[in-house]
């Protein structure tokens, strides 16, 4: 009795649920596209650069001077008295040690920075597919995990134009 119950459900739900392909307007966007195009996004790496150059350029300066200063110890070093030499080579490491904590620190804040820029980013774009799709009547937009797309559905020129309206 229970498999008959259950192979009548069965049944009806294969009847119903089929959807008519007919008339259902189906998109795809490629996002990687989008991602490599889109204005924002370079809008986005400038800002990154711009927030970030100081801080960078301070790295450089201080690199050199370490490399001055180890070229110094190199070329002076032998006939350096003992102290003085030990001296400068713990200001060396010293320098060294806070510039490898300097420049992980930029590193983390870099990182940070752009996964937040991405994100806005990502919703930006998810927000103009929704748009586009509402205004459009399209019932299905696909992104991801697609085989292949024809030109017909394919709707990532569009998604684009509006990401550079937006600027």
Not at 10 to 27: N, R
């Amino acid at each position: 009795m229970k498999q008959l119950v259950c192979s009548a459900c069965i049944l009806m739900a294969m009847v119903v649920l089929p959807v008519s392909a007919e008339g259902l307007k189906v998109g795809f966007v490629n996002v990687a596209t989008l991602m490599e195009k889109a204005p924002q996004v370079e809008a986005a790496n400038r800002a990154l650069k711009k927030e970030f150059s100081a801080r960078d350029a301070a790295l450089a300066a201080e690199r050199y001077a370490i490399l001055r200063l180890e070229k110094k110890l190199q070329t002076d070093g032998p006939v350096m008295s003992e102290s003085k030499r030990s001296k400068m080579e713990r200001d060396i490491l010293k320098r060294k040690r806070e510039f490898n904590r300097k420049k992980d620190e930029l590193a983390e804040d870099i990182n940070l920075r752009r996964s937040e820029e991405l994100n806005k980013l990502q919703k930006q774009i998810y927000d103009v597919i929704v748009s586009l799709a509402k205004k459009e009547k399209y019932d299905l937009i696909v992104t991801q995990a697609v085989v292949y797309a024809s030109p017909k559905v394919d709707i990532t020129n569009k998604v684009l134009a509006r990401l550079k309206s937006l600027r």
